[in-house]
């Protein structure tokens, strides 16, 4: 099996989306297949469970407003 690279830096904690939800990430895992790195995190403004994102979606920039 090749070698891994290793998983992104990733501050746990509490986590803003620029349209006002607050999300918890818990932690950061590998895709099974891919390698990818997956970022695990749970919404706080509900209990629909935990969910994965891609790691580069997750902390991309976006554009709002053409900004």
Do not use: C
Not at 4 to 23: C, F, N
Not at 24 to 41: D, K, W
Request: no cysteine; proline share 7%; aromatic share 14%.
């Amino acid at each position: 099996m090749a070698e891994l690279t290793s998983l992104p830096a990733t501050p746990l904690g509490r986590y803003r989306h620029y349209k006002g939800g607050e999300y918890e990430v818990l932690g950061v895992a590998r895709h099974s297949e891919t390698h990818e790195p997956l970022v695990m995190y749970r919404p706080l403004y509900n209990d629909s469970g935990w969910w994965v994102r891609p790691h580069a979606m997750f902390f991309g920039q976006i554009e709002i407003d053409g900004r």
